[in-house]
């Protein structure tokens, strides 16, 4: 028997992989297995993250991870994004199997670590594959932990300034400062703006302390700090405590408005007001401290 006629085929159309030109004769979308095998990727770390950051959040307060209303943990969100990631590329019927899941979330980082060894069935092969990455973890107050809490706070931080209503802009610079310090377990549950300047609901009294210490230190001023007894707890007494914080009053060199005047501010009384002189008329006004809270610094 000659080699023809053994395996005609064979010996007449040598195959070839067009990739790397190892003769072959069994392909996997006209590549021979090794370079098959090297153009397939099953975990895209880009996509799994960007999928489970979409989709999932953590609770600073009571620390469960939600999707939507739901309870569910970070194993459950991650294995899920992996197995969507796999079907849309490799088709929904493609098995899938964890050899190895370790998902380890780091709540200083806000974020996971994972680390996946993961198996599944492509085109009749056996493809493994370890992949370990990071993904980010958004935080936000889970909807059960708002309804219980009902507005939940401890402290309130109260921006004011002396004898006059802090500008936008101090509010803005004061907010921020504030929210700079807050620690991940930390939170805001409720700002309200005032005539007289705004208030920060906060989740607890050393947070408050540390937001006006923040301001103060920042923008001037001194704070002050009051507690209410509110309720007991266990046998404890619980306190809201209030930080009153003060922002500077006006200063010589300050130019204010008030009652549709320009006042330049040249000397203050203590106790009593400032004095200044009108920027269009050259006149001078006295403008009792009573006043003043009406007043805007230019
Ligand atoms: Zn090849
Ligand atoms: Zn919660």
Redesign the pocket.
Known sequence: MTEYERNPVRSRWRSF??????E?DTFFEN??E???RAGLTLLAPDRIAEEVRASVIVCPHCGGFFKGNERTDLEAVVEDAVRRAISKTHGPECPVEFREAEIAYDEAARSAHVCLRVQARIKDLDVVERAEFTVPVRRAICAQCSRIAGGYYAAIVQIRADWRTPTEEELEAAVELAYAVLSTEEFVTKQQLLKEGLDLYVSSAECGRRMAKAIVKHRGGNYFESRKLYGRRGGREVYRVTFLVRLPGYTVGDVIELAGKRIAVDKIVPGEGLEGVELQTGERYFVPLRDQKRAKRE
């Open positions: 992989c067009p990739k790397c030109g190892i072959t590549l021979c090794a370079c098959f």
